[in-house]
């Protein structure tokens, strides 16, 4: 009997749905049994069956292509008949071969491995029941968070073993070309994607085509990672939203009645490429993945990842969703096969939804106690964690205020009931002893080559071995920012304009919020929603009490810690704000600023000057050059091949002004849609 497990750590009546460990099942049964079990799934009624085989004739016969082999024919003066051929050779390339057999083996290596890896893998029957029947009544789009490459067969693991239909996934074209491996992807059910696709338009004419069939035909869930990218700081991306606009399209155009989006949490204790994460952010190229690098992975085997939870969120309609937000009579004006640029009405629906679906895929991961106690372990001196190492006592009790706290603000955490907290902790701990050790009723950090130096390292060196070892510790600290980040960024305004005036707080809340949309997950023209729930938040764990006029403080350590958690990436920010407003920094190229602020942020770490290390990291570095263009600060020249970039140096200082409190927030501008 499959058992069930139902968190002691959840808050309210809503989040008690039961997780079903479907590793127990599997332990007492055979590996082939489960391969070779039963597979008859119920399909989408709304649309005739088709073969994978059948999609790509049925895209390069489509109207839409026809179209566009005329267009692009005309301007590049190929015949059509060199287009098609292009457009097929494409198709050939990208187009998934979903085989049952190929299911089968996936089905047999995934159980073997996870077995291997897990000690549990946790899946919400509620989500997958709701899941089972939305699949017969419409197109469904399968969208789960990426924090490991583990999350990409997964979903079509469970599904395969509770029967029901397994998806399509889009993948990166650098998994086709992997030997053997690359085959075995495809055939259960991945098409491959350019990364780099650019203005190529036949490229884009033909994937567009094969996703919108896809949909069209309801072939089978289409699954596809809405941040894009695999999260190297294991928090939430900013979506991409070009795929969005393509599973989308076929109901903005009135193809299909209705079509269902699933967001999906993916939640991990421990993470398998933790180390290469990090080495990553620190400026070490990503491996290229192969069949041999796969097989010289194959020693993370030997380690404990704890537990996985699976949470399938409930599936929503687009229908029900874009009521109100977008008018589709703007596509009745053309035939549906002709090419259609989006409306910005239609991007800003687009954008709208997959930033409230990320949301949704953080409202529904798990929050372990060890993200909790990494929360903590940042906001020690570093010096304390290398060296002289944190009282044991210290961090179990403040861990244990923590959780409370986390709960007050409605996380979902996946702590154990009828264990005793101290064992949880301890457990914890040991889990993750490749980054932190206990001893001596000690807690130290665990840096690389501790025993292994055979010649003494600079000081540079040393920076970027202590950075590696917080940057893992700070990743697992990303995995709950989003519960805080919200109340955290009020307690930043209290504490940085030393004002209790509701509205100067609500303006530099939402300073804030603009600065930070490209380091933390806010959906688009909810300012004011943001500052209600995080006042909402302060008020019910007591940290402030609100009145119509004013938030005052009353719990100083709540708000002390919740300051503290933002400090880190205020920090940072402010490094790389002072590099741009340097006297020789007027044009630059991103392939210089990277490196540049990172030897000015070691200069900083080794002078004392500076004690955040994640200023470090190289996705921070992007998400200040990304905002810092969303703002229009950095201006791209249109001529450059380099990614080259004019700063407006007296823009960047004021940002840094108001970041550091020079600037009072009466001179703030609140945006026009943020009213109180």
Request: aromatic share 8%; with cysteine.
């Amino acid at each position: 009997m499959t058992t069930t497990c139902q968190d002691s750590g959840r808050a309210g009546p809503e989040n008690e749905e039961e997780f079903v460990n479907i590793l127990e099942e599997e332990r007492l049964s055979s590996d082939l049994g489960h391969a070779f079990r039963t597979f008859s799934p119920s399909p989408y009624k709304g649309g005739p069956s088709c073969s994978a085989a059948d999609i790509p004739k049925i895209v390069l016969e489509s109207q839409y292509l026809r179209y566009m082999f005329k267009e692009i024919a005309a301007e590049t003066g190929s015949s059509l008949e060199e287009v098609r051929e292009e457009a097929s050779e494409i198709l050939e390339e990208m187009s998934q071969n979903l085989q049952l057999g190929f299911i089968r083996l996936m089905g047999y290596i995934f159980t073997k491995v996870f077995k291997r890896l897990f000690t549990n893998v946790y899946v919400n029957m509620e989500g997958l029941n709701a899941l089972q029947q939305a699949i017969k009544e419409s197109p469904v789009i399968l969208l789960p968070n990426h924090r490991s490459y583990v999350d990409f067969l997964v979903i079509s693991y469970i599904m395969f073993t509770y029967d029901i239909p397994v998806p399509v996934i889009a993948a990166g074209i650098r998994k086709a070309g992997m030997k053997i491996v690359g085959e075995i992807i495809r055939r259960s059910g991945a098409f491959f994607i350019r990364r780099a696709i650019g203005s190529d338009k036949l490229y884009w004419a033909v994937l567009s085509e094969y996703v919108r069939t896809i949909v069209k035909k309801g072939f089978a869930p289409l699954e596809f990672f809405v941040e894009g990218l695999r999260s190297r700081t294991l928090k939430s991306q900013m979506p991409k939203l070009g795929m969005m606009h393509m599973v989308l399209e076929p109901y903005f155009k009135g193809e299909v009645y209705d079509i269902q989006l699933v967001p999906i949490s993916i939640s991990y204790d421990r993470v398998l490429e933790e180390s290469l994460l990090v080495h990553e952010l620190l400026g070490v190229p990503k491996p290229k993945e192969s069949t041999t690098a796969l097989l010289k992975a194959s020693k993370v085997l030997q380690d404990d990842y704890g537990s996985m939870h699976v949470n399938f969120g409930r599936p929503m309609s687009v229908r029900h969703l874009c009521w109100g937000e977008i008018n589709r009579c703007h596509y009745n004006l053309i035939p549906r096969d002709l090419p259609q640029k989006p409306s910005a009405e239609a991007q800003a629906c687009v954008s709208w939804l997959s930033h409230l679906m990320i949301r949704i895929q953080e409202e529904g991961s798990l929050i372990s106690p060890w993200s909790l106690m990494a929360c903590l372990l940042l906001q020690a001196p570093t010096t304390v964690l290398t060296e002289e190492g944190l009282p044991w006592h210290q961090l179990t009790e403040k861990t244990i205020w923590l959780r409370k706290l986390a709960l007050d603000f409605g996380a979902r955490l996946n702590w154990p009931g009828q264990v005793p907290e101290s064992d949880v902790m301890s457990s914890s701990v040991a889990l993750h002893h490749s980054v932190v050790r206990r001893e001596a009723g000690r807690l130290y950090l665990v840096q690389e080559e501790e025993r292994e130096r055979k010649r003494p390292t600079n000081p540079e060196e040393d920076v970027i071995r202590t950075a590696a070892a917080v940057l893992m510790v700070a990743s697992y600290r990303n995995q709950s920012l989003h519960i805080f980040v919200r109340p955290a960024m009020l307690a930043t305004a209290i504490h940085v304009t030393k004002t209790t005036q509701r509205d100067e707080l609500f303006a530099f809340f939402c300073f804030l919020r603009d600065v930070f949309s490209n380091e933390f997950i806010f959906i688009p023209g909810k300012s004011s929603q943001d500052f209600e729930e995080a006042c909402g938040l302060l008020r019910k764990c007591g940290a402030v009490h609100i009145s119509e006029q004013e938030v005052t403080m009353s719990d100083v350590e709540v708000l002390s810690f919740l300051q503290a958690l933002l400090k880190p990436f205020i920090n940072s920010y402010q490094v790389m704000f002072r590099y741009l407003q340097e006297d020789g920094v007027h044009v630059f190229a991103e392939k210089q600023f990277l490196p540049a602020v990172r030897n000015l942020a070691t200069k900083l770490i080794l002078s004392g000057e500076l004690h955040t290390y994640e200023a470090l990291s190289a996705d921070t570095q992007k998400n200040v050059l990304s905002a810092l263009r969303r703002l229009e600060i950095l201006a791209k020249l249109k001529a450059s091949q380099q990614n080259e970039y004019r700063v407006n140096k007296a823009a960047v200082r004021r940002i840094s002004d108001i970041l550091s409190g020079k600037i009072p927030p009466h001179m703030l501008q609140t945006p026009p849609e943020a009213k109180l």
